[in-house]
């Protein structure tokens, strides 16, 4: 205890305060008299310190005038289903031989094998000036449509571009006389004067279409890719003149107008059914296995199967074809299902190497199972998944018994992709 009070003593011995104590007598330090310069109040009231400015608003009281309000509510609408596009990040992206047009994480385009049609559509999203990409389901060609953000004082929001390409063709459509209409079983979206989307028995989104055509006022259809085409889109043609072709005055419900005419050369129909799917007739005698990055099935220009690096299944597959003569195909409404043909009828005959799926036509039913999807299916065997709409699934269950298929027949691999073709094994 006596040490650690001698260590504090010590320690105040040596402070400033100590030092200053402890000075001898008849010392006195000088004192300082500083004093710094009157500063002038400033004029004008004084503000208490705790009080913070406020700025005037941007927007004066009630908002903004009835015209601009009216003008930036109709501007402001923006679709919630568009995919936004960053143009400074498309790019295509080379993805197990196949080659996708990417937007940041958004595919905006699969391209497959083929990389000169990734360019090309790399070209025109840039060339065009793309900000936002849309489509609806369902449609032949596909129906899908980008849209440019104008940032004008008067046209803020989402506009058809006006921009145009060296690669695309434009075909000029009759915007006013765009509408649905039923032939024969199926809803197409005409302009009066030709058949420009067939949506099948999707009325509801063959009228969407129609309802979109209209608020963007499109009024031509660009085309990408001859003679098969790569890339569709509708588009605003600037300072055209768009006249209706005389086709567009007739009443659009006459059964046999020119529209419906070409409407029926691309259709399927079966009897008592009418319109089951769009067909896509090719040359037989231009069938090819042929190798780039992956193994591809052609015909002339068409691509019908990527077998990726399975060229056994490749080759099987062509062996097939060519034995049944298969020559066409129908897409199924939205099962994504193509329902191969041989002169209008489906193969005839098991074919060699096979994996065979025998059933009776009358067993054949569509069930629905637990996560929502439809599947084909024969007793308790499951065929084809349908996805999720029933319809499609009842128009693939009436496709096999007017054509009285009683056989699936497989090809490849079930863990890295089978093909499955629904034929007449007795």
Not at 4 to 30: M, N, V, W
Not at 249 to 258: H, I, K, L, S, Y
Not at 301 to 320: C, I, K, W, Y
Not at 384 to 408: E, H, M, N, W
Request: glycine residues 8%.
């Amino acid at each position: 205890m006596r040490i650690r009070l001698a260590l504090i003593a010590s320690l105040f011995s040596l402070s400033p305060l100590a030092a200053q104590e402890t000075q001898p007598a008849g010392f006195s330090r000088p004192a300082l008299n500083l004093k710094l310069p009157d500063v002038p109040e400033p004029a004008g009231p004084s503000r208490p310190a705790d009080t913070l400015r406020t700025l005037p608003p941007l927007i004066p009281p009630g908002g903004l005038p009835p015209e601009l309000k009216k003008e930036a509510s109709k501007n402001s609408e923006i679709d919630p289903s568009l995919q936004k596009i960053d143009l400074s990040s498309v790019t295509i992206q080379d993805k197990f031989g196949r080659f996708l047009v990417t937007s940041g994480n958004s595919v905006l385009r699969d391209c497959g094998a083929d990389r000169a049609t990734a360019q090309t559509v790399l070209m025109v999203i840039q060339q065009m000036g793309f900000t936002h990409h849309g489509s609806i389901a369902g449609a032949n060609p596909p129906f899908e449509y980008w849209l440019v953000e104008d940032q004008s004082m008067a046209k803020k929001g989402l506009v058809s571009s006006e921009a145009h390409t060296k690669t695309s063709m434009m075909i000029p459509i009759n915007a006013e006389g765009i509408h649905a209409k039923k032939v024969s079983g199926a809803w197409i979206v005409t302009d009066g004067g030709r058949v420009l989307y067939n949506f099948g028995q999707l009325e509801e989104n063959a009228r969407k279409a129609v309802e979109v055509l209209k608020k963007y006022g499109f009024n031509a259809l660009g085309i990408v890719g001859q003679p098969v085409p790569i890339m569709t889109y509708p588009t605003k043609a600037a300072g055209s003149a768009i006249t209706a072709p005389a086709a567009s005055r007739q009443t659009p419900n006459v059964p046999f107008d020119p529209e419906t005419a070409r409407f029926l050369q691309n259709g399927f129909f079966i009897p008592q059914v009418g319109y089951l799917g769009h067909r896509k007739p090719f040359d037989l005698q231009q069938l090819e296995l042929k190798r780039g990055r992956e193994w591809v099935m052609l015909a002339g220009p068409m691509t019908l199967f990527n077998f990726g690096s399975d060229e056994n299944t490749g080759r099987q597959v062509l062996r097939a074809f060519q034995d049944w003569h298969v020559n066409e195909y129908v897409e199924i409404g939205n099962t994504g299902y193509r329902l191969f043909l041989a002169a209008s009828r489906v193969p005839n005959g098991r074919p060699f190497n096979a994996r065979s799926i025998d059933f009776r036509n009358e067993d054949l039913k569509v069930v629905k199972d637990k996560e929502d999807h439809y599947w084909l299916q024969a007793g308790s065997t499951q065929i084809l998944d349908c996805g999720k709409s029933d319809k499609d699934a009842d128009l693939l269950l009436t496709a096999c018994r007017y054509f009285q298929v009683d056989c699936a027949a497989k090809y490849g691999n079930p863990r890295y992709g089978e093909h499955m073709f629904l034929i007449r094994a007795r």
